[in-house]
């Protein structure tokens, strides 16, 4: 070997070309795609091809030209370099490393490219052989830990995770994958652990970490028993965490400020636009859409984590100062201190200044404040289909977050005021608001602005019902919470009320349109049935008495809209149609509302006429309503506050399904090869050599 | 007598550190040997009649000193001279001080300023006196000595004269302070900090690097250096004093390093088994400890050092991240700001604890487990940021030996939160269901609190209805749709909107939240039902030991007139109680950090007369009828009671100290009605730069005369009646009074 490599570099020289050396791995490559083995007559063979720089074009094209017959003859051959790159990963020096590395992926997409149809045995088969799969995989796995978790370069660590993302998004759907199999036996995941844990590898990799974590978790989620699952569901170790809690925040908080810098940019276009805007609703469906590529791995991930994880809450809560604001890369976020006091000089400050940057404007954050924000951008708009998939995540994790008891604990926590910027959809009939005089409130008062931002802004043709509905739950399960604990929220309730009557009207308006596609009736029963909550528990979680006075008051002035809507529900219920059933629920729930309009209409009207007065103020109808609640009788409706506990396996598989199949093939395409190069790593790597 | 003197030296005698006794010539080596043999077990006695003998001297000659005495101590300074450095011998100087004295004149008689240093009488109080007053060296010798026999508690109420004596008066006075400050040092961590404290906030004032200075400092730094490490490692760890194992103090360090367990076993046996205040702990406490951190280890390897950290460090830190805590927030602009910044950067140092740290304001030992950072508050200031911060703390027997407790993380308290506690959120829960009878579950709280294993997480449960508990709620959720099946239930709106404003006015009065006053709802939440609540959302709050303390922390404020106002309102307190005066006033507590910063400990349960007014709008005897009930409840009486009680109090101190800046915003209410004046930033002679003018004794507004219901009631008689009492009680002990301040005025800036 050492003969030829000098002759290697003897002609490099004399020729003065970097052609032969080029040339030299494409012909070791080629003999490969032979049926010889290649170290028959080169019984170094292997040793050599470690040296090369790896040509992935060339390897991944070659393997694609192959048809499945012609694979299968060669396959003695791939085996054998499949196994030898995994014995590389084990050599010492590093470039052997990463040259495996690299053959390792082009090998397996090259084979998986060709392969779309056959099934996944097959491709083990070409890769590894069966025979020896399961020692060879393990083998594989267990190197790959081992550089992951070893204080190796983290380039090389980068690389091993690259290879990682390869292997899992191969295929169009994770769980057909069969090849990972091998990857639940031989867990990789206190591996990721590490790096999320660490602050140094956190920086580098925890976004592909974070992301191959949630690919993971979702390999076979209903059919078996995933390690991964199990094993992220416990655990607590904090640092790890918060690590994680970080790597998630800093990637929405990133989305946030792209989505605000074009914002920007589009703004004076807008400005000029809404002067020439008449008649279509939307302003930003006349301009074009300010959209940046949403990311919904990250989502997955912070989904999993909330969904699986119940220490992952407090993550939620933790403070970190504005990441988007943060804009030199060269000081990142340090790890959250884990050192105990006194082990440091005590002369130092203990919260370093990088930390917490001593900036008046740097608004202290948390990972909930900036995924409140991000979900405001993201269903702001819900017409394309990776927005409707990332809104409807958005939603599912606030439900979650909505039933947990720790999350609801800091949501009203009273003490933990923040000021959440949500992004408002610019609309005829508003101007938007300035963001600067919000008040500092509790997070659940953001929370359910988000709630009245949504149901305000999509009454529209193409009516996301799914959103809708999960939207009413979320408030229901915050009110829920509001009543069991009496936690008097000092929240305009008057925008929540006004916004649900309008959906009402919305819904009956669209009626027939509506209709042919939904059912809309679970949604006003829904609707009616928060309504009952406030009627019937209000002096549980109402702030003030004269907030139940103006329930009463917005009752009454949009009276209107629940006449009709019983009169709907009514008219359906006594024909014997397809909605008679649930149509006559709406009626049932409806009596209180009907009972509070009946009383007080009446007495309204003979107020006016006695002081002769055509239309009466708010004050005046308000002192009509206090002096006449107590000939007022209501019906104990029960279960109002009761819910349905969030279930993924049952109503949401098919979803996420769909959601990680197009998280695979999104990760795969943007593994671009360009990622994979060797530049960096030459580079560094020649330092070494 | 020094302990810590006297134990080296049966070992160091013939040891291999003569040298700097050797430089006094063999006879003061033989004195050294002979009396520290005797010292060691007679202690006291031997002092006495060496101060006897010098006292005597003193009451001949008065005045004029005697040649032989100078000589004496001009001999003994030369003696003391390399020993300051070594504070391991400071107590031997002082041995051999006495000694010599001793025995150049045996025959002593008996003096009447001994026989009153002998009596009962003789307290802390005198002995400051004396030692302030007296400039005869003996005296002051047998003063450091007596330091040892009064109660700790005692002393340590002198402490700041004390260390301002150390620091500004002449080094006689410093070498008879010297070992009992050692000495107690070596005790305790607390009583270190404290001194090292309070070493650096008062020289400060100093100008730079004169020689006294640098003897402040230098104590200070021999606190705090490694230096007194092995002595102060062996008594953070098991609380016992072992003499410094190695002959010089500079290779004990290492032996500290090595083994501090096992390492010094052996020399238990030689410790002179005669301990004035300390028993010595066996070797087992000792493995307890050491094992007890290796457990730590194994259980938090990322949170534990493998070296055991020095033992105040953990606790500077603690107190060095508040104050700069406090310094970053001074500079944002906006109280919300600094509110939400604290909230973060507390919430940041919780992930530090639980540590080695304690409270020093607090009147126990304990560890400091967790900050509750959500409850911190910013309080009232223009330029400066103070804060008040909770901070809940595990009690334990013995600071030094007793484990840092495990961290909890933060989500555990969902293990401890039950849904039984539930109920007890809401007062009306009973109310309710009775009201409902009816549906008695109608209140199925079950289901968002329950528990659901990890198991249940992955596999959600299929049934619509499988987490509410029981059967008829599921019942009760059908019967929405067959209603005729059942009797339906009514009630009345006007009972909903009643409950309502009830409930609202049931719960004791609190105060709005106010951007501008972040801490006037967090003051007026009564301190149980903090407590309460604190403890309920805590991960460390089922221990039994658990406890809530608070504590304000100023930066920029220079805390050392507030030590002293302590100091005189705590003196001010004896002297009513003595003489039975119901005078009642409401001392604080100041740890000072350094000369601008410090923390306070809060008064609990009281809030500002300005936020009372600006809250509630009412007139103050308004208030107290809306807070305590009518003019002839019982409790509106009693607060009344303590008013007057707490205002004539307040009103004589006012008086005494001069105390200017009475503004409303520092006058506190408590919940039992007494009123405390905090802020004593201008006292004696200093006011306000602008409002020179303050020329009023006291404050004493017609509204508080209101309360007391008027000029002509009974009560302002009381009232005048008990300033008159309370002010000829404080003329009569006027020296103990007088006494803090003008020691304090040596060498500082105070107001003369």
Same mark, same amino acid.
């Given at each position: 070997m050492a003969q030829t490599e000098k002759k290697g570099g003897l002609l490099r020289k004399s020729s003065a070309s970097k052609k032969p050396l080029k040339e030299k791995v494409v012909l070791m490559y080629d003999e490969i795609f032979t049926t010889e083995?290649?170290?028959?007559?080169?019984?170094?063979?292997?040793?050599?091809?470690f040296l090369m720089k790896v040509n992935l074009e060339y390897l991944e094209g070659k393997l694609e030209a192959l048809d499945g017959e012609e694979l299968m003859k060669i396959k003695d051959n791939i085996n054998c370099l499949f196994q030898h790159c995994i014995q590389a990963l084990g050599e010492e020096h590093p470039i052997r490393v990463v040259n495996a590395l690299q053959t390792l992926c082009a090998l397996i997409r090259g084979v998986h490219q060709k392969n779309k149809s056959t099934s996944g045995f097959d491709i083990i088969n070409m890769l590894v052989g069966f025979d020896k799969a399961e020692l060879c995989m393990k083998n594989l796995m267990e190197s790959l830990d081992s550089l992951l978790c070893a204080e190796g370069s983290e380039s090389l660590k980068s690389l091993c995770l690259k290879l990682l993302l390869c292997l899992v998004t191969v295929t169009d759907n994770?769980?057909?994958?069969?090849?990972?199999?091998?990857?639940?036996?031989?867990?990789?995941?206190?591996?990721?652990?590490?790096?999320?844990?660490?602050?140094?590898?956190?920086?580098?990799?925890?976004?592909?970490?974070? +992301?191959?974590?949630?690919?993971?978790?979702?390999?076979?989620?209903?059919?078996? +028993?995933?390690p991964?699952?199990?094993?992220?569901?416990? +655990?607590?170790?904090?640092?790890?965490?918060?690590?994680?809690g970080l790597v998630i925040a800093q990637a929405l908080s990133e989305y946030n400020r792209q989505y605000k810098d074009k914002e920007e940019e589009h703004q004076t276009g807008f400005f000029s636009a809404l002067t020439n805007m008449v008649g279509s609703m939307f302003i930003a469906d006349a301009d074009e859409k300010i959209s940046v590529q949403t990311n919904e791995a990250i989502l997955l991930a912070l989904y999993e984590a909330v969904h699986l994880n119940r220490n992952f809450i407090t993550v939620l809560a933790q403070s970190h100062p504005e990441m988007g604001l943060m804009t030199t890369p060269t000081s990142p976020i340090p790890m959250t201190p884990v050192t105990p006091l006194g082990t440091t000089p005590p002369s130092s400050d203990v919260i370093s200044s990088a930390e917490l940057p001593l900036d008046a404007d740097v608004q202290t954050s948390n990972l909930l404040i900036t995924f409140l924000k991000y979900s405001s951008i993201v269903m702001q708009d819900t017409k394309d289909e990776h927005r409707l998939h990332s809104g409807k995540l958005c939603l599912i994790i606030l439900t979650c977050i909505a039933e947990d008891q720790y999350a609801n604990a800091f949501l009203h926590d009273d003490n933990m005021n923040f000021r959440v910027n949500l992004h408002r959809m610019p609309m005829r009939h508003r101007k938007k608001a300035a963001d600067k005089n919000l008040p500092c409130r509790p997070l659940v008062c953001a929370v359910l602005d988000l709630m009245v931002e949504f149901i305000v802004t999509h009454m529209m043709k193409e009516f996301p019902m799914d959103l809708y509905v999960r939207c009413i739950q979320i408030v229901h399960k915050l009110l829920c919470y509001q009543k069991k604990c009496r936690?008097?929220?000092?929240?305009?309730?008057?925008?929540?009320?006004?916004?649900? $009557?309008?959906?009402?009207?919305?819904?009956?308006?669209?009626?027939?349109?509506?209709?042919?596609?939904?059912?809309?009736? *679970?949604?006003?029963?829904?609707?009616?049935?928060?309504?009952?909550?406030?009627?019937?528990?209000?002096?549980?979680?109402?702030?003030?008495?004269?907030?139940? #006075?103006?329930?009463?008051?917005?009752?009454?002035?949009?009276?209107?809209?629940?006449?009709?809507?019983?009169?709907?529900?009514?008219?359906?219920?006594?024909?014997?149609?397809?909605?008679?059933?649930?149509?006559s629920k709406v009626t049932h729930a409806l009596v209180n509302i009907r009972a509070i309009i009946n009383h007080f209409n009446p007495k309204i009207e003979s107020y006016a006429a006695v002081n002769h007065i055509s239309q009466l103020s708010e004050d005046q109808v308000l002192e009509v309503v206090r002096s006449n609640y107590d000939t007022l009788t209501l019906k104990l409706q029960d279960g109002l506050d009761q819910y349905e506990r969030y279930s993924e396996q049952h109503k949401e598989a098919a979803f996420f399904k769909e959601l990680v199949r197009s998280i695979s093939i999104n990760?795969?395409?943007?593994?671009?090869?360009?990622?994979?190069?060797?530049?960096?790593?030459?580079?560094?790597?020649?330092?070494?050599? | 007598m020094g302990d810590s003197g006297a134990d080296p030296d049966p070992r160091r005698g013939p040891g291999p550190d003569p040298a700097p006794q050797g430089n006094n010539g063999g006879t003061s080596l033989s004195v050294i040997s002979e009396g520290v043999g005797e010292l060691a077990l007679i202690d006291p006695e031997v002092a006495q009649k060496a101060c006897e003998e010098v006292l005597e001297k003193v009451k001949l000659l008065h005045g004029a000193v005697p040649n032989g005495d100078a000589g004496e101590g001009c001999e003994i300074r030369c003696l003391d001279e390399p020993r300051l450095r070594e504070e391991d011998e400071e107590g031997a100087a002082n041995t051999v001080k006495t000694a010599r004295r001793r025995q150049k004149n045996n025959s002593a008689k008996q003096s009447w300023l001994l026989r009153l240093f002998e009596s009962k009488l003789f307290d802390i109080s005198m002995a400051i006196s004396y030692l302030y007053n007296s400039k005869e060296p003996g005296v002051q010798a047998y003063i450091g000595n007596r330091l040892f026999c009064f109660r700790h508690e005692d002393v340590d109420f002198y402490l700041p004269q004390l260390l301002n004596m150390y620091i500004h008066m002449d080094e006689d006075v410093g070498d008879a302070i010297k070992p009992y400050i050692v000495h107690r040092c070596r005790q305790s961590v607390d009583f270190s900090l404290q001194c090292a404290l309070l070493l650096g906030a008062l020289s400060s004032d100093m100008h730079i690097s004169t020689q006294r200075h640098s003897r402040g400092t230098k104590l200070r730094r021999l606190i705090l250096s490694d230096e007194l490490k092995p002595s102060s490692a062996q008594g953070q760890q098991r609380r016992r004093e072992l003499p410094p194992s190695s002959s010089s103090s500079s290779s004990s360090?290492?032996?500290?390093?090595?083994?501090?367990?096992?390492?010094?076993?052996?020399? *238990?046996?030689?410790?002179?088994?005669?301990?004035?205040?300390?028993?010595?702990?066996?070797d087992a406490t000792a493995s307890i400890s050491l094992s007890s951190n290796l457990k730590r280890t194994a259980s938090n390897p990322k949170v534990e050092s493998d070296e055991e950290p020095a033992r105040l460090a953990p606790e500077r830190e603690f107190i060095q991240s508040l104050i700069s805590i406090g310094k970053r927030l001074a500079t944002l602009p906006t109280k919300e700001q600094k509110t939400q910044r604290l909230v973060s950067e507390l919430s940041l140092l919780n992930h530090k604890l639980p540590a080695r740290a304690w409270l020093p304001t607090a009147g126990f030992e304990h560890h400091v487990v967790r900050v509750p950072h959500s409850q911190a508050v910013v309080l009232n200031s223009k330029d400066k940021a103070p804060y008040l911060i909770y901070v809940e703390v595990l009690e334990c027997d013995n600071f030094d030996t007793a484990n840092v407790p495990a961290r909890i993380p933060e989500n555990r308290i969902r293990s401890t939160r039950s849904a039984e506690n539930l109920p007890e959120v809401g007062m009306s829960h009973e109310q309710r269901t009775g009201s409902f009878s009816t549906v008695p579950n109608y209140d199925n709280d079950d289901e968002a609190w329950s528990v659901d294993d990890i198991g249940e997480l992955q596999v959600e449960l299929p049934e619509v209805h499988t987490n509410s508990c029981d059967n008829i709620s599921q019942f009760s959720v059908d019967s929405i749709t067959s209603q005729e099946s059942r009797e339906p239930v009514f009630i009345a709106a006007g009972d909903i909107r009643r409950r309502l404003s009830e409930q609202l006015a049931h719960t004791p009065t609190s105060f709005r939240r106010d951007p501008e006053d972040p801490s006037a709802v967090a003051l007026k939440e009564p301190w149980q039902e903090k407590v309460r609540r604190i403890r309920e959302g805590s991960p460390y709050g089922h221990l039994p030991s658990w406890r809530l303390l608070s504590v304000i922390v100023k930066c920029g404020d220079d805390l050392r007139q507030e030590l002293?106002?302590?100091?005189?309102?705590?003196?001010?307190?004896?002297?009513?109680?003595?003489?039975?005066?119901?005078?009642?006033?409401?001392?604080?507590? $100041?740890?000072?950090?350094?000369? #601008?910063?410090?923390?306070?400990?809060?008064?609990?349960?009281?809030?500002? $007369?300005?936020?009372?007014?600006?809250?509630?709008?009412?007139s103050l005897l308004d208030y107290f009828l809306q807070e305590h009930g009518n003019y002839n409840t019982e409790s509106f009486l009693s607060a009344q009671r303590n008013?007057?009680?707490?205002?004539?109090?307040?009103?004589?101190?006012?008086?005494?100290?001069?105390?200017? #800046?009475?503004?409303?915003?520092?006058?506190?209410?408590?919940?039992?009605?007494?009123?405390?004046?905090?802020?004593?930033?201008?006292?004696?002679?200093?006011?306000?730069?602008?409002?020179?003018?303050?020329?009023?004794?006291?404050?004493?507004?017609?509204?508080? +005369?209101?309360?007391?219901?008027?000029? #002509?009631?009974?009560?302002?008689?009381?009232?005048?009646?008990?300033?008159?009492?309370?002010?000829?009680?404080?003329?009569?002990?006027?020296?103990?009074?007088v006494q803090i301040v003008e020691i304090m005025q040596q060498g500082s800036q105070l107001p003369p």
């Open positions: 083995d290649p170290s028959k007559c080169n019984p170094r063979f292997w040793e050599e091809l994770i769980s057909q994958n069969t090849i990972l199999e091998y990857v639940m036996i031989n867990s990789i995941f206190e591996a990721i652990l590490q790096i999320l844990s660490s602050p140094l590898s956190r920086r580098e990799h925890g976004y592909d970490a974070v +992301v191959l974590l949630a690919l993971l978790v979702n390999y076979r989620k209903y059919e078996s +028993v995933n991964y699952i199990v094993k992220l569901s416990i +655990v607590d170790d904090e640092a790890t965490l918060n690590g994680m936690v008097r929220l000092h929240y305009t309730w008057r925008e929540l009320w006004s916004a649900l $009557i309008n959906l009402l009207k919305f819904l009956m308006s669209n009626e027939t349109v509506l209709l042919a596609k939904h059912n809309i009736f *679970t949604l006003a029963l829904m609707v009616v049935n928060l309504f009952n909550m406030f009627i019937t528990y209000g002096d549980t979680f109402l702030p003030t008495p004269s907030s139940y #006075d103006e329930l009463y008051y917005e009752i009454i002035r949009m009276h209107q809209n629940f006449d009709n809507l019983y009169s709907m529900v009514l008219r359906l219920s006594t024909n014997a149609g397809q909605w008679k059933e649930p149509a990760v795969r395409k943007n593994l671009a090869f360009n990622t994979l190069s060797q530049e960096l790593l030459l580079k560094e790597f020649s330092t070494i050599s | 360090s290492s032996a500290a390093v090595g083994a501090p367990g096992m390492g010094q076993d052996g020399t *238990t046996g030689l410790s002179p088994s005669k301990r004035t205040h300390q028993r010595s702990k066996s002293l106002a302590f100091q005189v309102l705590k003196q001010l307190q004896s002297i009513w109680e003595q003489e039975r005066v119901p005078l009642w006033i409401k001392p604080y507590k $100041i740890l000072v950090i350094s000369a #601008d910063s410090g923390m306070i400990e809060p008064v609990v349960n009281a809030v500002s $007369i300005h936020q009372i007014k600006k809250q509630s709008l009412l008013f007057v009680q707490s205002c004539a109090g307040y009103c004589l101190v006012c008086y005494l100290l001069q105390v200017k #800046d009475r503004h409303n915003g520092n006058i506190l209410l408590d919940a039992e009605g007494h009123i405390i004046h905090i802020d004593f930033g201008f006292i004696l002679s200093s006011s306000p730069r602008n409002l020179g003018f303050e020329t009023s004794a006291f404050k004493l507004t017609s509204e508080f +005369v209101d309360v007391m219901g008027g000029l #002509d009631g009974d009560m302002f008689n009381y009232y005048k009646m008990l300033m008159l009492q309370g002010l000829i009680a404080a003329r009569k002990h006027m020296d103990r009074v």
